[in-house]
């Protein structure tokens, strides 16, 4: 699973290649172990513009990745749709996205080869690419 940092790794890449068992999460920030979009103004350890800096940063960054890959086959919806999904907007910060919902979401997915992909999915259930 490619947690935050894995996963703008992998949604910079031009094509995602993850077996059946392999997941992709949302990069929103998070800053102290806590969700940089829950800290608010007037909290006790003043992160508040801390949280929105680095929440603003990642948008931007999420964005133009997500433009590059989306844009041209899924336009500014999909871009958006993706958007949400990236930065958490309905879903805990470590909640999977799995290889389904990336195909929807228009990314380049392909389903792993080779034998490390073959041994991980042997001992584990998933969905298989198509």
């Known amino acids: 699973m490619a947690l935050s940092g894995g996963t703008l790794i992998a ?14 999460s949302a990069v929103d920030p998070v800053l102290f ?4 979009k829950h800290i608010e103004a007037g ?4 992160l508040h513009a801390t949280a929105r800096e680095y929440e603003d940063a990642m948008r931007r960054h999420l964005q133009s990745t ?6 041209a086959t899924q336009g500014a919806a999909g871009v958006e749709k993706a958007m949400a999904v990236f930065m958490g907007q309905n879903a805990p910060h470590e909640w999977p996205i799995y290889g389904p919902e990336l195909i929807d979401l228009g990314l380049p ?3 792993a080869e080779g034998r ?5 999915d042997a001992r584990r259930g998933g969905w298989r690419a198509r």
């Open 11 to 24: 949604l910079g890449a031009r094509e995602i290649a993850i077996g059946r068992n392999a997941a992709l």
């Open 33 to 36: 172990g806590r969700r940089a």
């Open 43 to 46: 909290d006790e350890d003043g």
């Open 66 to 71: 997500l433009r590059a890959r989306l844009q």
């Open 109 to 111: 997915v392909r389903a």
């Open 116 to 120: 490390w992909s073959e041994y991980v």
